[in-house]
């Protein structure tokens, strides 16, 4: 294994430790952020992608996302290896997630809704449809594939922009599927919650599955094609 595809693993593994940590302390009972809303969501998630970032960039470049690594590869600017990279991904998004519900344990155990302890791992839509869902996650991811590629196109370094910018996407674009925008951030915490012994867990909601893991790699796939007209 490279070190690059060693710090997408451990990226992506912290960047699914703080998120699925900030929704277990908002969603949980008696947590002491329960009930804290959709801000401290948005923001702990962007400094999540900020904190993950940071660790792994010198590294690996931090895609921590296959549709980062799949719209970098269509726009010529990642030459890497995209199955590694995205294995590596999956991976460290499950660990986050098992440790998060380490964490949050006893707070599992007293929660009684099964949808919030689900919702706690992955997204799910706030009004079902198959099309505008779908259409939600390709513009969300779009929107921040397109962003990230201009700002490395124009050498701003750093993760904070970054950071910012998946704060934004929450606020402004997150509120009808709960902004996946990445198949790893969605999927490998679905896997983790079908996996783990969650007492009084629900179905993983496998129905819905596909849409956090397809769209976002449409919406990456455009936005890599705009880039490269426009670039």
Not at 31 to 57: D, M, P, S, Y
Not at 66 to 77: E, Q, V
Request: aromatic share 12%; with cysteine.
């Amino acid at each position: 294994m490279g070190q690059d595809i060693l710090f997408e693993f451990i990226g992506t593994a912290t960047l699914l430790l703080f998120g699925v940590g900030v929704c277990a302390n908002v969603s949980l009972k008696h947590t002491k952020g329960n009930n804290a809303g959709w801000i401290v969501i948005t923001v702990g998630w962007g400094l999540a992608v900020f904190i993950a970032a940071f660790i792994a960039a010198p590294y690996s470049g931090a895609h921590l996302n296959p549709a980062i690594t799949i719209g970098f590869a269509i726009a010529g600017t990642f030459k890497g290896n995209v199955i590694g990279y995205i294995i590596a991904q999956m991976l460290g998004a499950l660990l986050g997630a098992c440790l998060a519900y380490v964490m949050y344990k006893p707070h599992y155990d007293a929660e009684e809704n099964p949808s919030v302890k689900l919702g706690t791992f992955c997204t799910a839509p706030a009004i079902k449809s198959t099309f505008y869902n779908f259409m939600s996650e390709v513009i969300g991811t779009f929107a921040l594939v397109f962003a990230v590629l201009m700002v490395a196109g124009a050498e701003i370094n750093g993760p904070l922009p970054v950071g910012l910018l998946v704060i934004a996407i929450g606020m402004a674009l997150g509120g009808a599927t709960g902004y996946a925008i990445n198949p790893a951030r969605d999927l490998g915490p679905r896997i983790a919650h079908f996996l783990l012994p969650i007492k009084g867990k629900r179905d993983s909601d496998w129905s819905y599955a596909w849409i956090p893991v397809v769209a976002p790699m449409v919406g990456a796939a455009l936005a890599a094609l705009l880039y490269l007209a426009v670039s």
